[in-house]
Each structure stands twice: as C-alpha cells, then as structure tokens.
C-alpha cells in the first residue's frame, strides 16, 4: 500500500486555492486506498470542534471550510484509506470530534512507523525550535490542558478574534526573529532521533523543504522536512515498499 505525508497546508477560508488543490490532489490519491499522514498546520487556526455545529450560520466560512474537508476525508476513508492527523502548532485544539467526522486517528506529537522498510520518526516540528524561547514558553502553556480548557469556554466569536490575534503576533514577532532561531536545533534532533532509535526523521513546520544528511552516534541518519502548500503548489512524500521521495508538485498537475 503506498504511504503519503503531507504537512503545513494552513487550510483558510481566505486562500480557496489551497483548499481547492488539496481536495484534487486527494482525490486524484485516494481511488485506491493508501494510508495518509497529515503531519500538523492542516489548517491555519483551530478554535474547536464545536465550531463544526455553525455549518453555514459561520460567517467566516471556517465552519463550512471543516465540515467540507471532513466530508471529503470520510470519503476517502470509506474507500479504504487510512487517515491520521497529528497537531500542529496552529491547530492543537483539533479534537476527536473533527477526526470521527473525517474517519481519521489523532496522533501523538510523536509516533514511530514503519516506512519502506524502515523505522521513521513523525513530528510536526515545532518542538525541536528549542533556540526559539518565546514560541517554547508559548508552546508549553497551549499544549496545558487547564489553558485549552478555558479558551474552549471562550464563546466562539472570542476564540476566533483570539485566534486572530495570535497570528498577528506571531507575524509580528517571527519578522523580528533570525532565520536560524525559527529552525530547528540539530542537538535536540539527534537527541530525539536517538530517545525513538531511529536514523530517519520526517517532520514539517519549518517552511524549508530538505533532505538532510546527519551523523547520529552510531550510524549515518536522514532528517527529511516537509514543505508548506501555497496557491500554487504542494508538497508530499510518497512512500512504497522500498522507498519514499519528497516531491513538490503543482496543481496543475492534478487535472492532466
């Protein structure tokens, strides 16, 4: 069966284009049945699944936005693929409600499969930035389940301009930060890389598609970085029985 990872597609109703091309792009892969990570950032700002319950009475068009991508990964799944999401870091609050409607599992921040053969570490991402101080201090108290018990007590126009928020500022304060910071610290790889007993790690988040060769104790490893969707174009990995490949590719691809 063949494997497909995605990641950092940030789904909003403010960029149809992307939505549009991952809806062909899973369409044109799930005929057959394949198992499909999506690995975090599936869509830009998660306030909860009760946002579901709007459907079209959302004036921003994000209740409808999930609703139609759940359908749509249902569909996939009652073909037979296997679906499983894990958190980002723009959509922690994602829960098992938005996963039963899409017949997909939630995934631990880190999950060890089998891949062409081979162990391979999943993860979003974000918690190897450990040079970046702000977003860990910021990271710890969002994964809290005290602090997420209380915004998804928030009425929902609250948690949606709090949502806002969060992204102006994490704009505000990323433009402000060296590139190097908002990459991830090769120390705390390789000590994750070595806790899971693996040489290949597949993570997201960054924005900076890459194969990256490593040197682990013992042996050679592989850090492969999956990169964000755009209008334009996407990024997969497509694994068989005995290997995978991080490929970009263009919508228009989708419809030839």
């Known amino acids: 069966m063949t494997t497909l990872l ?23 892969n799930t005929q057959t049945p394949v198992t499909l990570y999506i690995l975090g950032d599936f869509f830009d700002a998660w306030i909860g699944d009760d946002l579901m319950a709007l459907g079209d009475q959302d004036p921003t068009g994000h209740a409808a936005l999930a609703n139609m991508v759940a359908s749509r990964l249902r569909g996939a799944s009652e073909r037979g693929c296997r679906i499983y999401l894990m958190h980002g870091n723009r959509d922690f609050l994602l829960g098992e409600q938005f996963a039963a409607a899409a017949g ?33 201090a910021f990271r710890a108290q969002a994964r809290n389940p005290e602090w997420q018990a209380g915004v ?59 194969v990256h060769e490593l040197s682990l104790a013992d042996d050679q490893g592989k850090r492969v970085v999956l990169g964000d969707w755009s209008r334009e174009h996407g990024w997969e990995i497509r694994a068989d029985a005995n290997q995978f490949e991080l490929r970009k590719f263009s919508f228009t691809e989708l419809s030839d």
């Open 104 to 136: 997909a599992e939630l995934l631990p921040e880190s999950c060890v499969i089998e891949l062409a053969g081979q162990p391979v570490l999943l993860m979003h991402g974000d918690s190897l930035c450990t040079r970046d101080e702000a977003y860990m």
């Open 6 to 28: 995605i990641s950092d597609l940030h789904l909003h109703p403010a960029a149809p284009e992307i939505t549009e091309g991952f809806l062909a792009w899973l369409e044109r």
């Open 152 to 210: 998804l007590a928030l009425p929902i126009p609250e948690r949606l301009a709090l949502a806002q928020r969060m992204r102006e500022q994490s704009g505000e304060a990323n433009s402000n930060k060296a590139e190097d910071i908002m990459d991830v610290t090769p120390d705390e790889v390789i000590r994750v890389m070595q806790d899971h007993q693996v040489t290949t790690l597949i993570h997201g988040h960054t924005h900076r598609p890459a």
